[in-house]
């Protein structure tokens, strides 16, 4: 299993420019999330997601949209890209309810200017 | 807003030594987990405790909760070089079944 796998690991986009950042997991698991790393604020979760087609906003959704399609896709659209959103990106995936053991991505670092 | 919260915010010892690091939390819970990050990877699950438990142990790593004072100790015997990270508490106790509230983390450099 290749487990939780990000796309890509690094992007620099200039402030206005929207793009996707990718996530999939190979393991079945109902549960996904998106999180948002800044040194000194620990994560800070974006979106989750329950199951497919089932999707809600965490602490900071501004600025952020997700789908659930499938069980193994949980995109995470940037739709204009601000400064404040220069930040590291964590995909999680969890198998039951999100209190079980959660699995993360390597992460994408993503600067806008 | 933060939901677990880790002190100390840095911590700095010898190889051979115990790191202790303290985690709060503000809601009830079903568990708390920790996880340790190395620099610029992913977070990787260390240990779940259940919010029955009282203390639970895996390998040299040693966690207790004490629910009615909401909060949650990391004890790593005999640390090594190679425990240098940050660590983190997390806990679903504001969006339960949901998705898991980490606090802001611990880093930890252990020298030789």
């Known amino acids: 299993n290749a487990g939780v796998t990000q796309t890509p690991k690094f992007q620099v986009l200039k402030t206005g420019q929207s793009m996707t950042l990718q996530c999939a997991q190979d393991m079945n698991h109902e549960y996904m999330s998106w999180y948002r790393q800044d040194p000194g604020m620990g994560l800070r979760l974006i979106h989750y997601?329950?199951?497919?087609?089932?999707?809600d906003q965490g602490e900071v959704p501004n600025g952020y949209n997700v789908s659930r399609s499938t069980t193994e896709d949980f995109p995470l659209r940037l739709l204009s890209a601000a400064p404040s959103q220069t930040s590291v990106y964590f995909c999680?995936?969890?198998?039951?309810?999100?209190?079980?053991?959660?699995?993360f991505g390597p992460g994408t670092r993503l600067t806008v200017l | 807003s933060q939901q677990g919260e880790e002190d100390p915010q840095a911590l700095s010892i010898q190889e051979g030594e115990n790191a202790t690091m303290n985690c709060s939390y503000k809601t009830s819970i079903n568990n708390l987990q920790w996880y340790r990050q190395n620099s610029g990877r992913g977070l990787v699950h260390l240990i779940l405790?259940?919010?029955?438990?009282r203390e639970k142990h895996s390998g040299r790593l040693r966690v207790t909760l004490d629910t009615s004072k909401k909060s949650s100790s990391l004890l790593i015997t005999a640390s090594r070089a190679a425990d240098t990270a940050s660590y983190f508490c997390a806990t679903d106790g504001v969006q339960a079944g949901t998705a898991l509230i980490f606090g802001k983390g611990t880093t930890l450099s252990v020298s030789s």
């Open positions: 405790i259940r919010s029955n438990e």
């Open positions: 997601s329950v199951g497919a087609g089932i999707t």
């Open positions: 999680a995936s969890t198998s039951g309810p999100a209190h079980n053991e959660q699995f």
